[in-house]
């Protein structure tokens, strides 16, 4: 499910920084990028599944696998729900628990004050 009206996908960051806000609130990049994109996770294990928050970005100068200093914007943020062994489904017809939605959207504010503060 696309989770809208966020502002994050009117913000953009310097990767190194992006990197370093989403690890913040628990949202890992790990391995997930190509020299375009990135892709930052946060898992949540609850009693009706496995969930996750994900928000991704691309490159609108510079790469990143370069000197991590490629600027990024943000792209709309979604939140799947995991299923063994086939993956992550984002779609509409998912159900998410209310408390899960809630969460995500306190962290996603957070993530946007903290984006808003450093805005160049």
């Not at 609130?25 to 190509?34: C, I, K, P, S, T």
């Not at 609108?60 to 600027?71: S, T």
């Not at 943020?77 to 209310?98: A, N, Q, R, S």
Request: hydrophobic fraction near 40%.
């Amino acid at each position: 499910m696309k989770i809208e009206n966020t502002e994050l996908e009117l913000k953009k960051a310097n990767l190194s920084r992006l990197d370093e806000i989403m690890q913040n609130f628990g949202l890992l990049r790990a391995d997930q990028w190509d020299y375009e994109r990135v892709t930052y996770d946060r898992r949540f294990e609850m009693k009706e599944g496995t969930f996750y928050l994900r928000v991704r970005a691309f490159a609108i100068e510079g790469d990143v696998g370069g000197r991590r200093d490629a600027m990024m914007q943000i792209m709309v943020p979604l939140l799947g729900k995991h299923y063994y062994p086939h993956g992550v489904e984002y779609g509409d017809g998912e159900h998410f628990p209310k408390t899960l939605v809630n969460q995500c959207n306190r962290i996603l504010a957070e993530v946007n004050e903290v984006l808003e503060s450093i805005a160049e």
